[in-house]
T-cell receptor, first 115, second 113 residues
Framework: AQSVTQLDSHVSVSEGTPVLLRCNYSSSYSPSLFWYVQHPNKGLQLLLK??????LVKGINGFEAEFKKSETSFHLTKPSAHMSDAAEYFC?????????????FGAGTRLTVKP | DVKVTQSSRYLVKRTGEKVFLECVQDMDHENMFWYRQDPGLGLRLIYF???????EKGDIPEGYSVSREKKERFSLILESASTNQTSMYLCASSWGLSGQTQYFGPGTRLLVL
């Protein structure tokens, strides 16, 4: 069965510095992986998605993530944090087991951006 | 753009009341989902539906029921609200069950007194 672990519950960065949010997964199949962002009192919005094409995936708002099969990781990065990036971020894995609802959400990482 | 709407952003109910949360999507998605979100626990799946009148239990179905009479509408029902059901409730929809992007509504923050 698939699972996902977000290694940090809270990350704090200064504006203009790089962002790294870490996600490890386990999967029995060739997985799909997602990052979602949730701003305060809002629903989740898709940032980016990996589906076995290019291992480096570019998303919205300057975020990107790299699928590393050997490390079973899908870390989210951004070169330069902006105040508007302050939010909660969720990593999600799916086994692509088409007959089942197999989306598994991580516990979330709260990103704080200091001025 | 896919749009998922939820009937209320904030609700305050009393213990024992019957509570209805409604979700509507406009993209003809087959699948709809109800999650609850609590600090430190991430999103937990309550129920999902893969077709009209079809439903499946998620990870935490106890104390909840659902209804899907029309494809675009998925309702979550708390038969007798309790204080431990105070939470943020999120609805989502998608084309497929596995490996497909889920589109989320804005959430309903429910307080049960």
């Amino acid at each position: 069965a698939q699972s996902v672990t977000q290694l940090d519950s809270h990350v704090s960065v200064s504006e203009g510095t790089p962002v790294l949010l870490r996600c490890n997964y386990s999967s029995s199949y060739s997985p799909s992986l997602f990052w979602y962002v949730q701003h305060p009192n809002k629903g989740l919005q898709l940032l980016l998605k990996y589906t076995s094409a290019a291992t480096l995936v570019k998303g919205i708002n300057g975020f990107e993530a790299e699928f590393k099969k050997s490390e079973t990781s899908f870390h989210l990065t951004k070169p330069s944090a902006h105040m508007s990036d302050a939010a909660e971020y969720f990593c999600v894995v799916s086994d692509n087991n088409y007959n089942n609802n197999d989306m598994r959400f991580g516990a979330g990482t709260r990103l704080t951006v200091k001025p | 753009d896919v749009k998922v709407t939820q009937s209320s952003r904030y609700l305050v109910k009393r213990t024992g009341e019957k509570v209805f949360l409604e979700c509507v999507q406009d993209m003809d998605h087959e699948n709809m989902f109800w999650y609850r979100q609590d600090p430190g626990l991430g999103l937990r799946l309550i129920y999902f539906s893969y077709d009209v009148k079809m439903k499946e239990k998620g990870d935490i179905p106890e104390g909840y029921s659902v209804s899907r009479e029309k494809k675009e509408r998925f309702s979550l029902i708390l038969e007798s609200a309790s204080t431990n059901q105070t939470s943020m409730y999120l609805c989502a929809s998608s084309w497929g069950l596995s490996g497909q992007t889920q589109y989320f509504g804005p959430g309903t923050r429910l307080l049960v007194l």
